[in-house]
């Protein structure tokens, strides 16, 4: 503290006092001094916590706002006024790009983004509002979602209704392959639920797993690029500009930004999502979470035609055989009937 605050004037006083070294330094002058010093320090470091936290009270607000929508997901709770919020959400950001698209570049976009097309010809599209464009679109897109829902429950089911009347004992939970045309997801459903409520568990399912994933995804990202702004706002100083200012605009953007792609990933998971078929048509469910008599884990499912005995028996019987490696004569290597003479001039002749 001496050091950085008064070091020369305190080293004058010393002098002047007439102190020699290793003697006790004991004055008013000097102990007010140490106060002065440590006071200032102290002003320093609060003033250094003050800013640190009115920086995390911008990514506190915000933090909030993900979380609470990501227990809901994970709980389950308000996920339908959720799903809603986030689908008219889209449905607004979509229609606000009628002011600067035609309407053919306006169908094609929402065929790249949510594989829609607007039920509205080119004329009518000159004439509608964004408002009432963005109500239409979110109806069309829950439509859509809805009905890929009931599709998707209609062919799951018989299969959830098979599994828990011959195996709910073993399995509590299945695992049903879901696929938006590019990933796949494996959506863990409870069995028992999706059996009481008729399939309609699958769709609740879905709707919270994609959920989370996205918000995971996009606040992992929008989390590095928050701790970057951090960093490159305090050059506003040279500016003569307040950082804090910068960071809480910058952020704003940033966050608004985030939670419309989350919307924006959920949708189109929604509007896209199918069951993921095998070539025979039949659904691979894979039964996981909690055995209670058997692990099956590792058997491999087969037609029933003693396809998969034969190659099991098969596996067998080749792994059982003992594996013979010979070694390989070389040209001029002696040959081994024991004459002395090397194998291409004696057994070996005439071999290529």
Same mark, same amino acid.
Request: glycine share 4%; charged share 35%; proline share 6%.
């Given at each position: 503290l001496m050091r950085?605050?008064?070091a020369d004037r305190i080293a004058r006083v010393v002098d002047s006092m007439g102190m020699k070294e290793g003697e006790v330094l004991q004055h008013k002058w000097l102990s007010g001094s140490v106060e002065r010093a440590q006071k200032k320090v102290e002003e320093n470091n609060f003033g250094v916590r003050k800013r640190l936290l009115e920086y995390d009270d911008v990514m506190n607000t915000q933090r909030n706002?993900?979380?609470?929508?990501?227990?809901?997901a994970l709980n389950g709770e308000r996920m339908d006024v959720?799903?809603?919020?986030?689908?008219?959400?889209?449905?607004s950001v979509l229609a606000a790009q009628k002011n600067?698209?035609?309407?053919?570049?306006?169908?094609?976009?929402?065929m790249r983004q949510i594989s829609i097309a607007p039920e509205i010809d080119e004329a009518e599209y000159q004439k509608i509002s964004i408002a009432e464009l963005g109500e239409r679109l979110e109806r069309q897109i829950t439509d859509t979602i809805n009905r890929r829902g009931e599709y998707m429950v209609e062919k799951a089911y018989p299969i959830v209704d098979r599994i828990f009347q011959s195996q709910s004992a073993q399995y509590q939970n299945i695992a049903i392959p879901i696929t938006d045309g590019q990933k796949i997801l494996n959506l863990i459903v409870n069995l028992k639920k999706a059996y009481e409520t008729n399939g309609k568990e699958i769709q609740k399912a879905l709707v919270r797993s994609v959920t989370l994933i996205k918000i995971d995804e996009?606040?992992?990202?929008?989390?590095?690029e928050m701790d970057e702004l951090k960093q490159s706002v305090q050059n506003a100083t040279y500016e003569q500009k307040d950082p804090l200012l910068i960071y809480k605009f910058e952020g704003y953007n940033l966050f608004s930004k985030v939670v419309e792609n989350i919307s924006r990933g959920v949708v189109s998971f929604l509007v896209r999502a199918q069951l993921a078929l095998r070539?025979?048509?039949e659904m691979?469910?894979?039964?996981?979470?909690?055995?209670?008599?058997?692990?099956?884990s590792r058997l491999n499912t087969t037609r029933d035609d003693g396809s998969a005995a034969a190659a099991a028996a098969g596996r067998q019987e080749r792994s059982n055989q003992p594996v013979h490696v010979? =070694? =390989?004569?070389?040209?001029?290597?002696?040959?081994?009937c024991g004459s002395g003479k090397k194998y291409k001039n004696c057994h070996g002749k005439g071999l290529v």
């Open positions: 950085i605050f008064g706002v993900i979380y609470t929508r990501r227990n809901n959720d799903l809603v919020s986030m689908i008219g959400d889209y449905a600067d698209l035609p309407f053919e570049e306006f169908s094609l976009e929402c996009l606040w992992q990202e929008h989390l590095r070539q025979d048509d691979p469910l894979r039964q996981e979470a909690r055995r209670r008599k058997t692990d099956m010979e =070694k =390989k004569i070389g040209r001029n290597d002696p040959c081994p």
